[in-house]
């Protein structure tokens, strides 16, 4: 299998699997001279693992990130860049290998297991393999790197949707995000969405999400026209993600909706004499290319495939059968996408913020 490693400049390569014995990633590219402790590139990982709340799988995984290479170590445990990739490694200290013995030659429903199958010849049935969202935390650990490389720039996400439940952005509070088990940002949503969620748990079943990723402080001028667009690889890494099926940009599809004169961002000279936007419903991007503005995309999580209700399905044989899968599993699986799309934001950013420095050598 290729295609493991996404980034030009500043690229992450992404190994192991749901029921192996680690998995992890090498970052090549990084800048030297960036600095971190084990605690800070840690904090993103606490913000991902499972078994945190009743609302998300029960496996319970420290995911303590080890950096293998690519640092010096100071005196004061402060890790160093030099240059050279880094790698890093997380341990799979409780995984249940036996839970997935039923559905060895079953075909899970929403699941990839038909078409690895049919494309590999072979699948790892023990938690899905390689497109388990055990991979993403891998993600995230190449996020806590890209953090660094853009000065100023503040990546960070919020759960704005469950089923049918949407939150109040009159009520948006960025202070709430990491204080309730959902990331939200309205604190007048989350017994709603808890009281729904139990009742969702409770009855085997799973629903989806949408999360809202803004970055902060981008520079104007990262993408590049046509075939390198900011867009167009915020796009490609969040629906990379596991059970992402749809990314929008700005205001989205919601601009099929509206006017010219409503979607337009006017433009007018601020007092000190730089270009101000009265509004930003493109996202931050223009052209493919960062405004300055705040850059916003959002991306929307299918409901969990994995469920304890019988689902109708085929197995290896050609014989049919219906499936119920055991073992642990999010009951909106949306809730730990948060992280994972925080991180798939910073590596773009970082990667487009590198190839601008070699492409016009700006340094600001």
Not at 88 to 94: A, G, H, P
Not at 109 to 134: E, I, L, Q, W
């Amino acid at each position: 299998m290729s295609h493991n490693t996404f980034g030009h400049l500043f690229r992450v390569t992404t190994w192991g699997e749901s029921h192996g014995p680690a998995l992890g990633c090498v970052v090549d590219g990084c800048p030297p001279g960036l600095r971190f402790t084990q605690d800070s590139l840690q904090h993103w990982m606490d913000k991902r693992k499972p078994g945190q709340s009743r609302f998300v799988t029960q496996r319970r995984e420290a995911d303590l990130v080890k950096v293998l290479s690519g640092v010096m170590l100071e005196d004061d445990g402060t890790m160093v860049t030099t240059g050279t990739p880094v790698s890093m490694l997380i341990e799979n200290t409780d995984q249940r290998s036996k839970d997935y013995s039923d559905i060895a030659k079953r075909y899970r429903p929403g699941h990839a297991d038909f078409t690895y199958d049919v494309k590999y010849g072979v699948r790892d049935y023990r938690g899905g393999g390689r497109s388990s969202a055990r991979e993403t935390a891998a993600r995230v650990a190449a996020g806590g790197l890209a953090r660094l490389v853009v000065p100023g720039v503040n990546v960070r996400a919020a759960l704005v949707q469950i089923g049918e439940h949407r939150i109040n952005r009159d009520n948006w509070d960025w202070s709430v995000v990491d204080t309730n088990p959902f990331f939200a940002p309205d604190p007048e949503i989350v017994p709603v969405w808890e009281e729904y969620l139990d009742g969702i748990r409770k009855s085997g079943s799973s629903v989806g999400a949408v999360i809202e990723v803004v970055a902060d402080n981008v520079p104007a001028g990262l993408g590049a026209p046509i075939y390198a667009k900011l867009d167009q690889d915020i796009a490609a890494n969040l629906m990379s993600i596991n059970a992402v099926k749809g990314v929008e940009i700005g205001n989205g599809f919601e601009a099929a909706r509206i006017s010219g004169e409503e979607n337009a961002d006017e433009m007018r000279i601020g007092e000190d004499g730089k270009p101000v936007f009265l509004s930003n419903n493109a996202g931050g991007i223009l052209g493919g290319i960062s405004t300055g503005q705040p850059v916003v995309a959002r991306f929307a999580v299918k409901p969990t495939s994995s469920i304890l209700n019988d689902r109708r399905s085929i197995d290896a044989d050609g014989n049919e059968v219906d499936v119920r899968t055991k073992g642990r599993h999010d009951p909106c699986v949306g809730i730990r996408a948060v992280p994972i799309g925080e991180a798939m934001v910073a590596c773009v950013i970082a990667d487009h913020y590198l190839r601008d420095r070699g492409q016009t050598g700006r340094l600001d």
